[in-house]
């Protein structure tokens, strides 16, 4: 078992210092540049990198989605309007007839 005073610990870094690594990589700074600046490993670089991506996809597909679902509930609100208007028409067409006939009836 190792010495608990030479067991390194694990660096953390915030969220915003991990997208300020993430906005430099995606602005064309390379992996082993950054790193040594840094001092953080390639690795890891990587991985935030990576993750950073996934995000990004993910979120774009969330948006897919609530536009598809959108799209759905619009388009299901349309045929309904569109059925309340061939019901109405068909009211007007019959109150019409039954007017026109009444007319005629009435002339005679």
């Not at 950073?52 to 989605?65: D, L």
């Not at 959108?70 to 309340?84: D, P």
């Amino acid at each position: 078992m190792k010495d608990p005073k030479s067991v390194e610990t694990r660096q953390r870094y915030g969220a915003e210092f991990k997208q300020k690594v993430i906005r430099m990589l995606v602005s064309g700074r390379s992996i082993r540049e950054t790193s040594e600046a840094f001092g953080i490993a390639e690795n890891v670089l990587y991985r935030w990198r990576r993750m950073a991506t996934k995000k990004t996809k993910s979120n774009s597909v969330e948006s897919g989605n609530d536009k598809a679902a959108k799209l759905t509930a619009e388009v299901a609100r349309l045929r309904a309007e569109n059925e309340r208007l061939k019901t109405d028409r068909e009211i007007l067409k019959a109150l019409d007839i039954l007017g026109q006939s009444d007319s005629g009836m009435s002339m005679s």
